[in-house]
T-cell receptor
Framework: GDSVTQTEGLVTLTEGLPVMLNCTYQTIYSNPFLFWYVQHLNESPRLLLKSFTDNKRTEHQGFHATLHKSSSSFHLQKSSAQLSDSALYYCALSNYQLIWGSGTKLIIKP | DPKIIQKPKYLVAVTGSEKILICEQYLGHNAMYWYRQSAKKPLEFMFSYSYQKLMDNQTASSRFQPQSSKKNHLDLQITALKPDDSATYFC????????????FGHGTKLSVL
């Protein structure tokens, strides 16, 4: 069946350094939609990014991701981490049912 | 002004009891969902409804029963509560089932003693 893999359970970075959270997926669906959701402490998840176009960069709130169907990847990146970026990040795949990754906890230290 | 209302925000229950978690959405969405999140597990999909019909069920236990009395309501009845049921239960909705973004309620934090 379809699946989403987030290899890092925890990423700890110093403020100002670049962020990259990995997301790869498996699906038989030729046109998947990929999402990044962010969940700050004591809050509910909310959409950060969404894409379905191959090789097109999607940006929002300083974060960006590019869907690469050739490598089945949708990594989340940011050029310079901020303390407020500390949160839980979920990658998800939609083939009419939303398939979630296990999440990556990002901790940004001063 | 929250558009997805979950009641109560916090709930304490004793083992073996039954509770109902309430969810109402005022976004005019046609699809609604229940998710669970505990300290031990990441966000876990439970149920999806579309136009008040059950579409997906990933919950193995029949102790969890969704109930949709109206299009914008999706309650979750949990019977014979166990300590392992302790978690935050999130209700979510989307315009339609498919590739739409999900909007989440603030959650109901359930503690089973």
């Amino acid at each position: 069946g379809d699946s989403v893999t987030q290899t890092e359970g925890l990423v700890t970075l110093t403020e100002g350094l670049p962020v990259m959270l990995n997301c790869t997926y498996q699906t038989i669906y030729s046109n998947p939609f990929l999402f990044w959701y962010v969940q700050h402490l004591n809050e509910s998840p909310r959409l950060l990014l969404k894409s379905f176009t191959d090789n097109k960069r999607t940006e929002h709130q300083g974060f960006h991701a590019t869907l690469h169907k050739s490598s089945s990847s949708f990594h989340l990146q940011k050029s310079s981490a901020q303390l407020s970026d500390s949160a839980l990040y979920y990658c998800a795949l939609s083939n009419y049912q939303l398939i979630w990754g296990s999440g990556t906890k990002l901790i940004i230290k001063p | 002004d929250p558009k997805i209302i979950q009641k109560p925000k916090y709930l304490v229950a004793v083992t073996g009891s039954e509770k109902i978690l309430i969810c109402e959405q005022y976004l005019g969405h046609n699809a609604m969902y229940w998710y669970r999140q505990s300290a031990k597990k990441p966000l876990e999909f439970m149920f999806s409804y579309s136009y008040q019909k059950l579409m997906d069920n990933q919950t193995a236990s029949s102790r969890f029963q969704p109930q949709s009395s109206k299009k914008n309501h999706l309650d979750l009845q949990i019977t014979a509560l166990k300590p392992d049921d302790s978690a935050t239960y999130f209700c979510a909705s989307s315009q339609d089932r498919g590739h739409e973004r999900l909007f989440f309620g603030h959650g109901t934090k359930l503690s089973v003693l």
